[in-house]
């Protein structure tokens, strides 16, 4: 007899979303390494939603989320995480494009001259995506965490796995504590450490790479940031955002590859921000309030992974959420529970087939 059906590792977005619609049916554990959950990649992001980001197949979980985070249930939360901002992709070369199905509209350099006072020159046309919006990052993951713990599930933080064999039957799962565990599933929700706890339960890893990025909170001597549109370079060097009247989070766009771990922003990546940063607008940069880091992780092909391992059927990867694990959490983890529990499509997902995002892609 097992302790648990399911024992997901990680309490980031990934695995929290996902215990959320699972717990009702299964028994299920989350184990997390820290001593609370969401301090590595779901505590350091930049906190927005933009439908166009990741390619086609990303924009359609992106999407198929959007009117959860708008608007959830109100048993999971009295209001929405989304605060709409829209979304500026600034080109000094040919207009931005956006994957099919993303609502976006041409802006020419006089209205862009209105909508960002004291661009500079050089940025001629942008794309507009009137949908682009803050995300409540930190009640999201509450949330979560929430539905999951009501449905019955249980977190247990300072819990790092250690190992994890497959015999008679089930997992037998030890832990950094010296306690032992026995469950039917284990669900890799370990972001950056994905393929680390791969092989800790003797399957194969996936080739995941955590790249460090880097962000930035800038102060500037200008008024009104809050209500500016996010705006991004369409060949992707930085990106930025009003987070207060005068201060707005930036970042350099890096992708700098990284062992898991707790990161830390780099002197020389915060110059870099900031010199790009000051090629884009006029306003004088009083100073860095703070920055920070965080690590994107990504499969080989940059789209996320759901599904069975071909080779190990009782594991599961949800992993590979790269720089858009937040925004894509409600729909991602409706697909990925429908295909842990074979359970027939949710509705917000039965457009959307889950075979491009299957490991089997990498294991022919
Ligand atoms: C700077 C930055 C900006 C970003 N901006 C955005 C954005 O604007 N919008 C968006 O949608 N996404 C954004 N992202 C991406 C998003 O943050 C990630 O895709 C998402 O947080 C990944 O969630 P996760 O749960 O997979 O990983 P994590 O939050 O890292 O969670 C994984 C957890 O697994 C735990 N773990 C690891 N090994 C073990 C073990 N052996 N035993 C137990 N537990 C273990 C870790 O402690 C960790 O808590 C950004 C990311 C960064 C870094």
Same mark, same amino acid.
């Given at each position: 007899?097992?302790?648990?059906?399911?024992?997901?590792?990680?309490?980031?977005?990934?695995?929290?979303?996902?215990?959320?619609?699972?717990?009702?049916?299964?028994?299920? %554990?989350?184990?997390?390494?820290?001593?609370?959950?969401?301090?590595?990649?779901?505590?350091?992001?930049?906190?927005?939603?933009?439908?166009?980001?990741?390619?086609?197949?990303?924009?359609?979980?992106?999407?198929?989320?959007?009117?959860?985070?708008?608007?959830?249930?109100?048993?999971?939360?009295?209001?929405?995480?989304?605060?709409?901002?829209?979304?500026?992709?600034?080109?000094?070369?040919?207009?931005?494009?956006?994957?099919?199905?993303?609502? !976006?509209?041409?802006?020419?350099?006089?209205?862009?001259?209105?909508?960002?006072?004291? %661009?500079?020159?050089?940025?001629?046309?942008? %794309?507009?995506?009137?949908?682009?919006?803050?995300?409540?990052?930190?009640?999201?993951?509450?949330?979560?965490?929430?539905?999951?713990?009501?449905?019955?599930?249980?977190?247990?933080?300072?819990?790092?796995?250690?190992?994890?064999?497959?015999?008679?039957?089930?997992?037998?799962?030890?832990? !950094?504590?010296?306690?032992?565990?026995?469950?039917?599933?284990?669900?890799?929700?370990?972001?950056?450490?994905?393929?680390?706890?791969?092989?800790?339960?003797?399957?194969?890893? %996936?080739?995941?790479?955590? $790249?460090?990025?880097?962000?930035?909170?800038?102060?500037?001597?200008?008024?009104?940031? $809050?209500?500016?549109?996010?705006?991004?370079?369409?060949?992707?060097?930085?990106?930025?955002?009003?987070?207060?009247?005068?201060?707005?989070?930036?970042?350099?766009?890096?992708?700098?590859?990284?062992?898991?771990?707790?990161?830390?922003?780099?002197?020389?990546?915060?110059?870099?921000?900031?010199?790009?940063?000051?090629?884009?607008?006029?306003?004088?940069?009083?100073?860095?309030?703070?920055?920070?880091?965080?690590?994107?992780?990504?499969?080989?092909?940059?789209?996320?992974?759901?599904?069975?391992?071909?080779?190990?059927?009782?594991?599961?990867?949800?992993?590979?959420?790269?720089?858009?694990?937040?925004?894509?959490?409600?729909?991602?983890?409706?697909?990925?529970?429908?295909?842990?529990?074979?359970?027939?499509?949710?509705?917000?997902?039965?457009?959307?087939?889950?075979? !491009?995002?299957?490991?089997?892609?990498?294991?022919?």
């Amino acid at each position: 007899m097992s302790d648990f059906d399911i024992i997901i590792i990680g309490g980031g977005i990934a695995g929290a979303s996902l215990g959320a619609e699972v717990a009702a049916e299964r028994r299920t %554990l989350i184990v997390e390494a820290e001593d609370q959950c969401g301090v590595h990649s779901t505590g350091r992001s930049a906190a927005f939603y933009l439908e166009s980001y990741g390619g086609a197949a990303v924009a359609d979980l992106t999407i198929a989320s959007g009117p959860f985070l708008d608007c959830p249930p109100p048993d999971f939360s009295e209001r929405g995480f989304l605060f709409r901002r829209g979304g500026l992709s600034v080109s000094d070369g040919p207009w931005p494009e956006v994957p099919d199905g993303v609502p !976006a509209r041409r802006i020419e350099r006089g209205e862009l001259e209105t909508m960002v006072p004291g %661009l500079r020159l050089r940025w001629t046309r942008a %794309l507009f995506e009137p949908g682009c919006a803050d995300i409540d990052v930190a009640g999201l993951h509450a949330a979560f965490l929430g539905q999951f713990q009501r449905a019955g599930g249980s977190v247990a933080t300072g819990s790092r796995l250690e190992r994890a064999a497959w015999s008679d039957g089930a997992w037998s799962v030890s832990l !950094a504590d010296g306690s032992n565990l026995r469950a039917a599933m284990l669900v890799d929700a370990a972001g950056a450490w994905g393929d680390e706890v791969a092989v800790r339960c003797g399957v194969a890893p %996936l080739g995941l790479e955590p $790249k460090r990025r880097t962000m930035v909170q800038l102060r500037v001597g200008r008024s009104g940031l $809050k209500a500016l549109p996010l705006v991004n370079d369409s060949g992707g060097t930085f990106y930025f955002k009003g987070e207060g009247d005068r201060t707005l989070w930036l970042s350099p766009h890096d992708e700098i590859p990284s062992p898991p771990g707790d990161v830390a922003p780099e002197e020389i990546d915060i110059a870099v921000a900031v010199a790009r940063f000051e090629a884009v607008v006029d306003w004088p940069v009083e100073h860095v309030e703070r920055s920070w880091a965080g690590l994107r992780t990504f499969a080989p092909d940059r789209l996320p992974v759901y599904g069975f391992d071909p080779a190990m059927p009782q594991f599961f990867w949800c992993v590979g959420q790269g720089g858009f694990g937040i925004q894509t959490s409600p729909a991602a983890a409706r697909l990925a529970a429908s295909l842990l529990l074979d359970r027939p499509a949710d509705p917000m997902v039965a457009h959307i087939d889950p075979d !491009a995002f299957s490991p089997v892609r990498f294991r022919r």
